[in-house]
C-alpha cells in the first residue's frame, strides 16, 4: 500500500496539483524519515547510481 501512495504522490507531483517538497515532506514522516536525510529529496534524486 505504501509503494501505491509514492506512486500517486509522484505522479501528482509530476503533474503539478502538489509541490515535489511537499511531497517529499509527506513521505518522510510516512517512513518516519529524518528530515535531514536524502531519502526522498526531489532536489537530488538517487535513482539510476
Given at each position: 500500500m505504501r509503494i501505491a501512495?509514492?506512486?500517486e504522490m509522484?505522479?501528482?507531483a509530476h503533474?503539478?496539483?502538489i509541490l515535489?517538497?511537499?511531497r517529499?515532506?509527506?513521505l518522510r514522516t510516512?517512513?518516519?524519515?529524518p528530515e535531514t536525510?536524502?531519502?526522498?529529496?526531489s532536489a537530488q534524486?538517487?535513482?539510476g547510481r
Open positions: 501512495l509514492v506512486r509522484t505522479e501528482a503533474e503539478g496539483a515535489w517538497e511537499v517529499d515532506r509527506r510516512l517512513f518516519c524519515v536525510s536524502r531519502a526522498f529529496d534524486p538517487t535513482y
